[in-house]
């Protein structure tokens, strides 16, 4: 008798874990749900909002792209992928990915240029520039009901790039 109840404690200490989380979750959806005016469904890696107006739904990641997230856009290949998020709603999705790589930021810069080119892009933004903290470089363009935007900064051991991916 006393074993039996020793293992049901330890199945109810083990599932108030979860219990907690769930708690918290719903919680948390009810707060939120209040400030935006809607309902609120929070789950492992992503909230979605429904404020009447539409849905939001705002997901985050690190270790792939997101499964949508366009084939055609150029992404650097000599880098690693740090993280990844994206805001979805009935107006379209806009990604957010960041890279880094050990490359200079000028040679990111200029490989993103001209995969854009190459690729049908339309280039409607580039600048670039240089102070005594590195280089900052940002090119955007679009193509087909996509606008993207690319800033590659430089660190100390190469650059860090900010993707910014809107598709209607």
Known sequence: MIGALIVALAFAVAGCSAIEDKIAEEVSEEIVGGIVGGD????????TMDTGDGEVTI????????????????MYGDADLDSTSKIADSNGTVFYV?????DDTIDVYEWYKAEFEGEGWTIVGDMNMT?????TAIVSANKDGMEGSVTVGT???????GVILSVQ
């Open 131 to 135: 102070d005594d903290s590195g280089t």
């Open 98 to 102: 960041n890279l880094v790589s050990g």
């Open 59 to 74: 997901e985050g990641g690190g270790e792939d792209l997101p499964s949508d997230f366009p084939g055609d856009f150029p």
């Open 40 to 47: 609120v469904e929070v789950d492992e890696d992503s909230v």
């Open 155 to 161: 660190t100390d051991t190469g650059s860090e790039i």
